[in-house]
């Protein structure tokens, strides 16, 4: 799929997460936005991989055009 990633929105998402293992959506198809539910599978992305220490409130990255994934680095000005 060349139209990949997708936009999912222009905006940040802020989200509250347990400490652990975390997958975001790094391809924009997912129903469970920020988060990977599994909707890559053939498009020749996946999800990227983060870990937290321990809980606490993120901003993660909608417009899948960050440098810095999973983290909102205000890309989705440019777009």
Same mark, same amino acid.
Do not use: R
């Given at each position: 799929? $060349?139209?990949? !990633? @997708? *936009?999912?929105?222009? @905006? !940040?998402?802020?989200? +509250?997460?347990?400490? =652990?293992? #975390?997958?975001?959506?790094?391809?924009?198809? $997912?129903?469970?936005?920020?988060?990977?539910? =599994?909707?890559? @599978?053939? $498009? /020749?992305?996946? !999800?990227? &991989?983060?870990?937290? +220490? +321990? /809980? @606490? &409130? *993120?901003?993660?990255?909608?417009? &899948?055009?960050?440098?810095?994934?999973?983290?909102?680095? =205000?890309? #989705?000005?440019?777009?």
């Amino acid at each position: 799929m $060349s139209d990949l !990633p @997708k *936009v999912h929105d222009t @905006k !940040p998402c802020a989200i +509250e997460l347990a400490a =652990g293992d #975390h997958f975001w959506c790094a391809c924009g198809l $997912s129903s469970h936005q920020p988060l990977c539910d =599994g909707s890559h @599978k053939g $498009s /020749g992305m996946g !999800p990227q &991989k983060f870990t937290l +220490e +321990e /809980g @606490k &409130k *993120v901003w993660l990255c909608n417009c &899948k055009h960050t440098k810095n994934p999973p983290y909102c680095d =205000g890309s #989705h000005s440019g777009l």
